[in-house]
């Protein structure tokens, strides 16, 4: 039986300069508490739907990762997240965006896939949900973070002068989980405060089932993390598993030809991580960086940011 989990924090211009060892540290942590929050739920036979919601909850609750208390702000310095999973057991999905208030936006997806009869929600009717269901709610205070606040500064300032940061990864990031569990069934989560200074109403590609979110039994499970437009345009969770399907390519082949020959020369800057149903892990990016982990039944823990 094998059971089989990766995750990401994000890809980006990661500058090794600026990374200091006390700060990178701090991601590594984060990302190996992540992992065996999923892993110990695959090793005692759980599934992984629970696996990857586990894994993204703990990234989710991390300030330093862009999602849940560690989202970047709207151009009008508000926040508003963007998450969903999928389950490759039958191509279940559950999927919100704009959503502000739960602590774990990847719950409350997950309350839209079992406890609605919709896909995707958005607007007033996500608090609706999270009160009924007893999900935790934070207020504004929790989500605020002075390295995000500051990033939005920068970024509004910029755009006043007509420039770009040349740091996308201080403006964007998210972070996912994709599993294989020993039944054999597999499954992604993905969840993102977006891009810093974003447009509000502004969607990425993080919710968006086949644009940065994807599972089949068929093929494999696919969580993204980059430029969300691009990666929205040339639905790239969604050609992994297709490659595999109709192209018989394996996972490591499929996922690479779409970081490295479809996003990348179209701008589509990040990366993305994949499980395939038996087990078979690939974490491509084209950025200078992605933070990552992964393990399995037949492989050690990696955990890695260049
Ligand atoms: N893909 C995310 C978005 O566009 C951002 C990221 O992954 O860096 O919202």
């Known amino acids: 039986m094998t059971y089989a989990l990766a995750i990401h924090g994000g890809a980006g211009t990661i500058d090794k300069s600026k990374m200091s060892p006390q700060l990178e540290k701090e991601y590594i942590k984060g990302l190996e508490d992540a992992i065996y929050a999923g892993e110990k739920i695959l090793k005692n036979n ?24 560690g989202a970047v702000f709207t151009s009008n310095g508000t926040h508003e997240m ?9 191509q279940n999905v ?20 079992e406890e609605t009869d919709h896909a995707f929600i958005i607007g007033d009717t996500l608090n609706d949900i999270a009160n009924s269901h ?5 207020p504004k205070e929790y989500f605020f973070t002075q390295q995000r606040w500051d990033a939005l500064q920068e970024t509004l300032k910029l755009k006043q002068e007509g420039k ?17 569990d020993e039944k054999g069934n597999v499954a992604a989560a993905t969840s993102t405060g977006g891009m810093t200074g974003k447009l509000p109403g502004r969607v990425g590609d993080s919710p968006v089932i086949g644009g940065g979110t994807f599972a089949s039994n068929q093929t494999c499970a696919v969580s993204a993390t980059g430029y969300g437009e691009i990666f929205m345009r040339y639905t790239a969770a969604a ?25 990348l020369p179209n701008d589509g800057t990040g990366g993305l991580i994949a499980v395939d149903i038996y087990g078979n892990i690939s974490m491509p990016f084209n950025s200078s960086g992605m933070y990552r982990a992964s393990v399995s039944s037949k ?3 990696v955990v890695a940011i260049f």
């Open 164 to 180: 770009v940061s040349d740091d996308p990864a201080v403006r964007h990031g998210t972070v996912g989980a994709v599993a294989l």
């Open 239 to 263: 050609d992994v598993s297709s490659r595999m399907k109709f192209l018989n390519e394996d996972v490591q082949t499929a996922a690479t030809h779409i970081v490295m020959e479809e996003l």
């Open 134 to 138: 007893n999900l935790v709610i934070k």
């Open 82 to 90: 963007d998450a969903a999973l999928m389950d490759g057991k039958d």
């Open 94 to 113: 559950g999927a919100v965006a704009g959503a502000f208030g739960p602590k774990n936006p990847i719950l409350l997806a997950r309350k839209v896939m």
């Open 299 to 301: 492989s050690d823990l």
């Open 46 to 69: 759980g599934s992984a739907i629970d696996a990857v919601c586990a894994a993204v909850c703990v990234l989710e609750d991390h300030p330093l990762f862009n999602a849940g208390r």
